[in-house]
T-cell receptor, first 115, second 115 residues
Framework: AQKITQTQPGMFVQEKEAVTLDCTYD???????LFWYKQPSSGEMIFLIYQGSYDQQNATEGRYSLNFQKARKSANLVISASQLGDSAMYFC????????????FGQGTRLTINP | GAGVSQSPSNKVTEKGKDVELRCDPI?????LYWYRQSLGQGLEFLIYFQGNSAPDKSGLPSDRFSAERTGGSVSTLTIQRTQQEDSAVYLCASSFGRGENSPLHFGNGTRLTVT
């Protein structure tokens, strides 16, 4: 069964610093997608970035990049030059090609950016 | 364009009453999902609709929960004989396809409070 693990319940970072949010996963499906979502205090779920299991390069979207290490089954989110508006919950999620097709989420990491 | 729309945004109900939560997905999206998020927790998968296929109901916590999707578009999640433990934010999401690379786009959720 697919599983997502986020081991950092909370992270505190100074503004303008880079931050890495950890995510490990487990699946037996060779084809899968990995996603990161941001959930600010308003509650909306905002899609940030996607990485496919067969992608050769790490995904990047503006200040967001995904450090994908397939052999280690990790998909860490890197936020460069953090801003106060980055304070939010961040969820890692995975969707397999086979099986249930549902998106399975980790427990999330609460990121706080300090001025 | 219009995103995923959920109504009501807030619902307070008495224990034992039935409630209906509505979701209007993004036009053209064939997949629709319901998730539940308890306070400070991750997202718990409830049910998944894909086109005309039989829904994946594997996440429904009890037979008090049911959902339908009419005409391949609008979906209604029904909770019968509500209990206090049903209090949570119910999130609906849709995606363009069923592939592992299709991100889910979320509505703003319905906050359900059972008193």
């Amino acid at each position: 069964a697919q599983k997502i693990t986020q081991t950092q319940p909370g992270m505190f970072v100074q503004e303008k610093e880079a931050v890495t949010l950890d995510c490990t996963y487990d699946t037996s499906d060779p084809s899968y997608g990995l996603f990161w979502y941001k959930q600010p205090s308003s509650g909306e779920m905002i899609f940030l970035i996607y990485q496919g299991s067969y992608d050769q390069q790490n995904a990047t979207e503006g200040r967001y990049s995904l450090n994908f290490q397939k052999a280690r089954k990790s998909a860490n989110l890197v936020i460069s030059a953090s801003q106060l508006g980055d304070s939010a919950m961040y969820f890692c999620a995975m969707r397999e090609r086979q099986g249930a097709q549902k998106l399975v989420f980790g427990q999330g990491t609460r990121l706080t950016i300090n001025p | 364009g219009a995103g995923v729309s959920q109504s009501p945004s807030n619902k307070v109900t008495e224990k034992g009453k039935d409630v209906e939560l509505r979701c209007d997905p993004i036009s053209g999206h064939t997949a629709l999902y319901w998730y539940r998020q308890s306070l400070g927790q991750g997202l718990e998968f409830l049910i998944y609709f894909q086109g005309n296929s039989a829904p994946d109901k594997s996440g429904l916590p009890s037979d008090r929960f049911s959902a339908e999707r009419t005409g391949g578009s609008v979906s209604t999640l029904t909770i019968q004989r509500t209990q206090q433990e049903d209090s949570a934010v119910y999130l609906c999401a849709s995606s363009f396809g069923r592939g592992e690379n299709s991100p889910l786009h979320f509505g703003n959720g319905t906050r359900l409070t059972v008193t």
